[in-house]
């Protein structure tokens, strides 16, 4: 296994080691991580009285060239009680805890952290949302795990395919690149359900980028990145077990097996899910929700020695769903069903060197990746066939210019798809080759007396040759300045591409009878995105206290228009002739009022425009103008209960107009949908050796009672179950078993 693991390294550094490490006597190593051994991503870390630091990366890991005598290392994360550590030299291997801090001489320092915060260190603005904030829902997949997050919003597209789609600044998530572990995934044909293909408790954390953030993953994510951290197997418990039923007809299990070994260790997660809901609660003779079965296996491979750190991983994914019209009419025979399969292999590793050619700060890393996706669809009488094959290959090298206060990144990459689609009897199969290159400087200025980089500016450029659109020009600016420790600023601008999949990432709109008509010259998307932020960590009687300030402004210069009002026999793609613009406000306030009790407000505003065909500008549908958010989590003492709670408040949205529409069909349709909330709450007990969690989600019972248009008539051009802007179920109940405990 060990040779078969070594020729895959060979084979990612292009076939030989062109570096060598230097010798691991010059390093100092390690990881941060809090109590519950969840890893701090982002967290500080450097020798006292020096210039000489870092930051932990994606797997809380820090490298360090080592002293000649003791000295103290200094590690701060947002939320945490800063801590000093006195380090050996002979003491090259650490793991520091916050929150109860031990490095091999069990120094400890108490400390208090939210479930998500946002670090003051990044000079992008990341909001971290770690297990312990993923634990206070049951976040059975990565599109469930956003409930108690005011960054991200919810939307449900479609009454009959179910699918949730989240929103980033205002805008559809098709706008904010999804990365995992960094290593962008899941695109073109695998969209509509890129989130549901991941489980909750494969996650390790997800940061959300806003805005304009590194180019260092590709001229994607116009608002923004959203990168989801998997658990390790060298850091995941040996066995582990969740169970989780819900009264809406749904069973999930998912079983982790990890082998650590003293460099290489394997991790196997399994996951299987099975919905069988029957209801109607509207009584429209269509069911709520799909019927759903899932099988996924993902296989992990890590491999860290003093001189290289390397993974390798295999998913497999089968899932198939169906739902729609559950009797004939009278006088029918013909059911107005939806049906949908995805079949999906991925492959993909990683290889880090350090240390090149003698210098501690000279590293290079690589990413390889391929995978094949099918997706098979039928909505009533539209049918959709794809097949994607994607490469993706990525090196990235980065070293200093004279001190380590200037760091620089140079990374090229190639990405390769080929997508055979047919909508119908349309052939709409393509294929795009994408190589490409960028360049990343970072400026640090020390601070001695903050013992910290008051000021970081990243100045970022890209270019990518499309072999189907072009080349693609991408620059990015981010900054931030320190006011103190636990106060500062950061502004961020730049400019983002995206090839379009306009009916995968469009599929739920199949769900009628209606034509897709394309204009001509249909091309890239591009967009500029500007933002500010400001971040403070405080104390209000001696408790912790956070407060965090987003603005945020997109503007497109070029745009696919999705007009679903102009005709309503149709849906119309064309090109932006106009302005098309969003703006997003949000405010974030955490409150730690005593101990064991965390509150969390958050207020969000978003105005988002677009130039419509008849050169009319009105706000784009279903998207929320105001929302707000409430949580309060307590602990008990002694940890044996945790009751967590969340309030949702969702402002009106604009709904398509309907006016072309007989009014028999839309009078239960209004042009402004209300202001709802939405309840949803946990309880977890905590045994020795296991957890269980029982929770409930809408408990208030709200939801959108007339969600299809012409029901009665599913053949009919008016027949439609796109305009959802709530909920389809009312209160759902769910249990839930997990073993091991977590730890106290």
């Known amino acids: 296994m060990k040779k078969i693991f070594a020729l895959f390294a060979w084979l990612l550094l292009g076939g030989s080691l062109w570096a060598q490490s230097t010798p691991d006597s010059t390093f100092v190593q390690g990881v941060v991580a809090n109590e519950k051994e969840e890893v701090l991503i982002g967290a500080s870390v450097y020798w006292k009285d020096t210039r000489i630091g870092t930051v932990s990366d994606a797997d809380g890991r820090f490298r360090l060239p080592g002293r000649d005598k003791a000295a103290l290392l200094v590690v701060q994360y947002v939320g945490y009680t800063p801590i000093e550590v006195e380090v050996l030299p002979e003491e090259k291997k650490l793991w520091i805890e916050l929150s109860g801090a031990a490095v091999l001489k069990e120094a400890v320092v108490s400390g208090h952290g939210f479930g998500n915060a946002v670090s003051t260190l990044t000079p992008h603005n990341i909001e971290s949302i770690n297990s312990k904030e993923l634990r206070k829902a049951p976040c059975c997949n990565l599109s469930e795990s956003f409930t108690t997050n005011g960054a991200i919003d919810v939307a449900y597209p479609n009454a009959l395919t179910g699918v949730r789609e989240i929103q980033m600044l205002g805008l559809r998530g098709i706008y904010s690149q999804f990365t995992l572990e960094s290593r962008p995934t899941m695109s073109g044909i695998a969209t509509p359900l890129a989130f ?162 003698g210098k501690p700060y000279n590293q290079m890393g690589n990413i390889l990746s391929a995978s094949w996706h099918r997706s098979n669809a039928q909505f009533g009488r539209n049918t959709y066939a794809a097949t994607q094959t994607s ?58 007396r903050m013992e910290m980089p008051d000021l970081v500016l990243v100045l970022g450029a890209r270019a990518d040759w499309n072999s189907r659109l072009g080349w693609f020009l991408t620059p990015r600016m981010s900054a931030k300045y320190n006011f103190s420790k636990s106060a500062l600023v950061r502004v961020s601008a730049g400019r983002g591409y995206r090839s379009p999949n306009l009916v995968a990432e469009n599929l739920s709109l199949l769900a009628s009878n209606r034509n897709l008509s394309f204009a001509q010259d249909l091309g890239a998307e591009e967009a500029w995105n500007y933002g500010v932020n400001y971040t403070h960590n405080f104390k209000v009687f001696k408790r912790n206290a956070s407060i965090s300030m987003d603005a945020y402004r997109t503007d ?56 419509y065909i008849d050169g009319e500008q009105r706000l784009v549908p279903l998207v929320a103008a105001h929302r707000g958010l409430f949580t309060a989590d307590y602990i008990f003492p002694g940890k044996k ?65 007339h969600a299809i248009i012409a029901a009665n008539e599913p053949w009919s051009p008016y027949f439609n179950g796109s305009q959802i802007w709530a909920p389809m179920m009312r209160q759902v109940v769910y249990l839930g078993f997990r073993y091991p405990a977590a730890a106290k």
């Not at 850091?235 to 097996?257: A, C, I, Q, V, Y």
């Open 196 to 357: 549901e293909f991941y489980p909750g408790t494969w996650l390790e954390g997800i940061q959300l980028a806003k805005g304009a953030s590194s180019v260092r993953n590709g001229f994607n994510g116009m608002t923004g990145q959203i990168n989801a951290e998997l658990v390790k197997p060298h850091r995941d418990k040996p066995f582990f077990l969740n169970l989780f039923t819900s009264s809406e007809g749904r069973g999930e299990m998912n079983l982790h097996f990890n082998k650590k070994g003293e460099k290489l260790s394997h991790g196997l997660l399994l996951h299987g899910n099975l919905t069988e809901n029957r209801w109607d609660m509207n009584s429209d003779n269509f069911y709520d929700g799909q019927q759903k079965r899932q099988a996924n296996a993902l296989y992990r491979m890590f491999y860290e020695s003093e001189k290289m750190c390397a993974q390798f991983n295999l998913q497999a994914i089968s899932d198939f769903r169906q739902g729609g019209q559950i009797a004939a009419l009278p006088g029918s025979s013909e059911l107005f069903r939806t049906e949908q399969r995805n079949e999906r292999i991925e492959a993909w590793g990683k290889l880090g060197i350090e240390g090149i050619k």
């Open 556 to 611: 497109f210069v070029r745009q696919i228009i999705v007009d679903v009002e102009e005709d309503y026999s149709q849906v119309l793609f064309y090109n932006l002739n106009g302005k098309s613009y969003s703006n997003s406000l949000l405010l974030m306030l955490q409150y730690n009022l005593f101990k064991g009790l965390d509150l969390k407000v958050a207020y969000k505003r978003n105005e988002v425009r677009s130039t």
């Open 641 to 705: 209960w945790e009751i967590n709670s969340s309030v949702q408040v969702v402002g009106p949205q604009r709904l398509p107009d309907n006016s072309q529409l007989p009014h028999e069909y839309t009078h239960d349709f209004p042009a402004k949908s209300p202001t709802y909330p939405l309840w949803n709450a946990q309880v977890t007990r905590n045994f020795k050796k296991f957890e269980l969690y029982l929770g409930g989600e809408n408990i208030n019972g709200f939801n959108q009672h």
């Open 391 to 448: 490469l993706y290959w990525q090196t990235l090298l980065q070293s200093i210019i004279g001190t380590t206060d200037h760091q620089v990144v140079l990374a090229p990459s190639i990405q390769y798809d080929d997508i055979q689609e047919q909508v119908n009897e349309s052939d709409l199969s393509r294929r795009e080759f994408v190589p490409g290159t960028m360049l990343e400087y970072t400026y640090s200025r020390p601070n001695l």
